[in-house]
């Protein structure tokens, strides 16, 4: 008797841990020094995984999980790589290679909180994307997000092997049902998503530019245009692909312009991308060719 009640105890011990853990992300959402964050966050990331260990099926912690693992890779290794392509081509690669792995980690996660609540989830969804993200509720939301975004992340990173890009119609179908069954979740956070991703579908009955303009549109409108999100995915998908010169100055001086106390919860996120918006305007005649001088003009 003693020693179930000692067991229970430490169950529910591990089980309070375990959601105090798996809501801290607010904490750090809320930091504007992202080296103390890059510092703190691999601790707590090991510190969340060491009692997941504990309880395998706590769902706060496997989301926790997806999106800590996605947002770290981003902000800190995969940003990392791409600062340093052009001095260090083959630490950018190493660097590359960790994201991946790290994205790779929080799609499981995500996937392993989906087939706890659906038995058959992962392979379902591998042999029928389509029908089985029918099987998701409004309530999954967070995790079809979180899973689809690590996802495509990883794919991404990943051109150069297609057994990997072939797994595109399983995160289209993830982020398709999250736009059906609650597209303003986390203040429209699929809209920015999508600014992107559509620009990767192999949908030849869809314009992607115009799909993707009304995510944008979206996004910003929700987000009243004080999340850098949105408006530095359509810098990077649209603006220096079309070399806009005008749009890629606007929308960063937008960025640059975002107060950052406007929004505690944003916070983190807004002081990590200004710092990208930075970092690309600093590139910005690497990145869109001036124009040719006029024919006959002595410049």
Not at 4 to 27: H, P, Q, R, W, Y
């Amino acid at each position: 008797m003693l020693s179930f009640c000692g067991c229970s105890i430490e169950k529910l011990a591990t089980n309070k841990m375990a959601d105090a853990l798996s809501g801290s992300g607010a904490v750090f959402a809320s930091d504007d020094d992202p080296e103390l964050v890059r510092d703190a966050a691999p601790f707590s990331l090991k510190l969340m995984e060491t009692i997941l260990a504990s309880t395998p099926d706590h769902e706060g912690l496997l989301l926790a999980l997806a999106s800590g693992f996605a947002q770290y890779g981003y902000a800190f290794v995969q940003q990392d790589a791409e600062r340093i392509e052009e001095e260090d081509y083959e630490a950018s690669e190493k660097k590359k290679l960790r994201a991946k792995k790290l994205y790779r980690r929080a799609r499981d996660y995500g996937m392993r909180a989906l087939e706890g609540r659906y038995p058959g989830w992962r392979e379902d969804l591998l042999r029928d994307p389509e029908g089985t993200v029918r099987r998701a509720k409004v309530k999954d939301v967070p995790l079809l997000y979180w899973s689809s975004a690590a996802w495509g992340a990883l794919i991404s990173l990943s051109k150069d092997e297609p057994e990997t890009i072939a797994d595109l119609p399983q995160v289209a179908a993830l982020a398709d049902r999250v736009l059906e069954l609650d597209a303003e979740w986390d203040f429209g956070a699929i809209h920015a998503f999508m600014v992107t991703f559509e620009f990767s579908r192999a949908d030849p009955s869809k314009d992607p530019m115009a799909t993707a303009k009304t995510h944008f549109d979206r996004a910003v409108e929700l987000t009243d245009g004080q999340h850098a999100g949105p408006l530095l995915a359509w810098v990077e998908a649209v603006s220096i692909q079309a070399q806009n010169s005008e749009e890629f100055e606007d929308l960063l001086s937008r960025v640059l312009a975002i107060e950052i106390d406007a929004r505690p919860e944003w916070k983190l996120v807004n002081t990590v991308l200004q710092e990208r918006a930075r970092w690309l305007w600093e590139r910005k005649d690497d990145l869109i060719i001036p124009p040719l001088p006029p024919e006959g003009s002595d410049e």
